[in-house]
């Protein structure tokens, strides 16, 4: 068959045919400015490297990146007071993205914990100044090999990494669309786009380069494990359902679907592919959450990764991330409750204790918290099992409590320092308490807010979620809670004795003096912790209105 006879049957088919016109995406740019806004700030601070001279790099880079995430936060507050977390709460994005009370209040606690952990990235007086110029925690130039004389020559020339900027943003996006997503592709895309800028950062260390670089590495590889399980678990779940649609998914689990697409009628209802569809994706959130049996990752990266990004990570990551599981076991699975159930309880039961036994056994400061960390993701699952619009707010107000006591401790980290950077090891902070009172007192409060000790904003979250636990049936996971919390006290308080109560040693590290960024940092998270402690019902209040998921 000759080329002409193919084209003149193509043309006379299209003449037969007039194709219908496609129609266009309705997209509701107000009620997703506080995405929008992020992500507009990233590209600009791409261009930022592009175009703007080194010399004021920095400066426009950090403005951009506050004006940004604190513009954000204003249009979170703008649609929370417009009614979109309660009685306008809808659909937006032709189905892709929630606007209701939880999504509202997680994308304000990632910008505001954001907001403050990004004052930490921009500290440049901690380290001594190489060669006339302010350095900050990042590798003068990412791309050099740790050690080469393109390195060496870098530093020399006073070169900083403002990239870590743009790149924050970028994370700080996928971070907002992830609790908000509400169909399984958005969930997939929006991990992705923040897990890849966390791997990045991770790397950036200025000192010990080459253990920052195994941590992103180890990050990585587990990650891309993690979203391998989760995306597996989105094509069975499409298998199952016919939709990656939240909505549709829950209907055909609960059996009140009318229409059925005669493609998938085979497939659709089989439980098994519902069963295993969700206990994969169910294990990509828990990775991202850092619990047991998925919690490898944790310490490794905490303890490589700089200290301000394992400051941000360890906050935003676990709101982002538990907002989704949230979202997933309420809004999809709720008619699976009597199968996810037993599991979570046990996965719950092991993080709890996990976490609080393998924490007395560590010797590094930001391991501890690591562990620590996935003890915390234990106790917030109790609420999450708990079932009830309790359970919701008392995660939400957890979440909120706990991003900030841990970004003000790892920003006291940062500020123990000796020859070698950052002096991370404990017998390093004996006698911290004598030598520099007023940064000890600091972390010895954000350490009795993890231990759960009344007046702190840790007593509030922990009382909220186990109260709810109980209330929903789940009594028994409570005592395991609270024996899990009297363990994990017991290597808080070590801590706090050994800064107060022993001797310093006299080779022992130096408390570097901060710039404004980060005691603005310090004294957020300190204030906060002792507000929400002091006076939590305003926002216990407000995680009860934002409780509410729409379906």
Known sequence: MSATAVHSLWTTAAEVEPLGKIPAPHIEYAQLAPVLIVVGAAVLGVLVEAFVPRKIRYHTQVFLTVVALAASFAAVVGLAAGGYGTTKAHIAAMGAIAVDGPALFLQGTILLASLVAVFTFAERRLDPAAHGKRVDSFAAEAAAVPGSDHEKAAVKAGFTTTEVFPIVLFAITGMLVFPAANDLLTLFIALEVFSLPLYLLCALARRKRLMSQEAAVKYFLLGAFSSAFLLFGIALLYGYAGSVSYARIAEVVDGSIRTIDPALADTMGNDALLLIGGAMILMGLLFKVGAVPFHMWTPDVYQGAPTPVTGFMAAATKV???????????????????????????????????????????????????????????????????????????????????????????????????????????????????????????????????????????????????????????????????????????????????????????????????????????????????ALGLAPQYFLDLAGQASVFVR
């Open 320 to 530: 982002a991330a538990f907002g989704a599981l949230l979202r997933l076991l309420y809004v999809v699975l709720p008619g699976l409750t009597w199968d996810w159930r037993p599991v979570m309880w046990a996965v719950a039961i092991v993080t709890m204790l996990g976490g609080a036994i393998v924490a007395i056994t560590q010797t590094d400061i930001k391991r501890l918290l690591a562990y620590s960390s996935i003890a915390h993701a234990g106790f917030i699952l109790a609420g999450v099992i708990a079932t009830t619009p309790e359970g919701i707010s008392s995660v939400l107000f957890y979440l909120l409590a706990y991003s900030f006591v841990t970004i003000g401790a790892f920003a006291v980290v940062t500020l123990v320092r000796d020859a070698g950077g950052e002096a991370t090891h404990l017998s390093k902070w004996a006698g911290l308490g004598r030598r520099s009172p007023l940064v000890a007192a600091v972390f010895a409060v954000f350490l009795l807010a993890f231990a759960g000790i009344p007046l702190t904003s840790g007593f509030s979250g922990k009382f909220a979620v186990f109260k709810a636990a109980a209330e929903g049936g789940a009594g028994a996971l409570v005592v395991v809670g609270v024996i899990s919390s009297a363990i994990a006290a017991f290597f808080y308080i070590r801590v706090i004795v050994l800064m107060f109560f022993s001797e310093p040693k006299p080779e022992g590290p130096t408390v570097a003096v901060p710039s404004p960024l980060t005691i603005t940092t310090i004294g957020v998270g300190v204030a906060v912790t002792l």
